[in-house]
């Protein structure tokens, strides 16, 4: 556990002198002020982050919490409370649904997935299920949508229009998800092309 928390502090570290080498501008509201209860955001956000690097069983994830911390710290946009929900969404979510928040951003379909549903011919193999149920659990927590069209179960999925959105796609800015290993991302769109 020390270790985790060890990694995403330096993941965060590392992130934040980056950030600060680009030229960002770390925030100037009240976010790093304490309020009534004598904390500030900052302090809630970074107690929620390593809480959750405490008990997070896929290492792969750390990089991409610490990014997390470390960018909110530069967004005056994201207040208390979508901060918590960020935290929280990251907590829960596994890396190969952060995989699949990188492989449906916006930006066409250069991986070739399958054009259609499952509803004709099947669904084959329980590695497609599984990787089928993670993505309508996105979907049912509004990360990831189908264009027009509403996903009643797992066949529906037309991995060609799935699509990052809301919170999905600010976890895929703020944990910066571009950096995935281009091998996790073909091994996950691997499993959508037929």
Request: aromatic share 6%.
């Amino acid at each position: 556990e020390e270790a985790r928390i060890g990694a995403t502090i330096v993941f965060a570290s590392q992130k934040i002198q980056e950030n600060l080498k680009e030229g960002q501008q770390v925030r100037n509201d009240d976010f790093f002020t304490k309020d009534s209860t004598h904390r500030s955001a900052a302090e809630e956000i970074l107690e929620g982050v390593l809480l959750a690097s405490q008990r997070e069983h896929e290492e792969k994830k750390l990089k991409y919490v610490g990014n997390l911390l470390a960018n909110i710290a530069f967004h005056p946009e994201i207040d208390r409370a979508q901060a918590n929900l960020l935290v929280r969404l990251a907590e829960r979510l596994s890396y190969r649904q952060l995989c699949l928040l990188f492989l449906f951003a916006p930006k066409g379909n250069p991986m070739n997935l399958k054009s259609g549903d499952y509803r004709t011919g099947g669904i084959k193999g329980t590695q497609k299920i599984a990787l089928l149920q993670e993505i309508y659990d996105l979907y049912q927590q509004a990360m990831l949508n189908c264009g027009d069209s509403a996903l009643i179960d797992i066949s529906d999925i037309d991995p060609s229009r799935m699509k990052t959105h809301g919170m999905g796609g600010w976890l895929y800015q703020l944990m910066e998800l571009k950096t995935i290993s281009i091998d996790d991302i073909n091994a996950t769109a691997n499993l959508l092309k037929d």
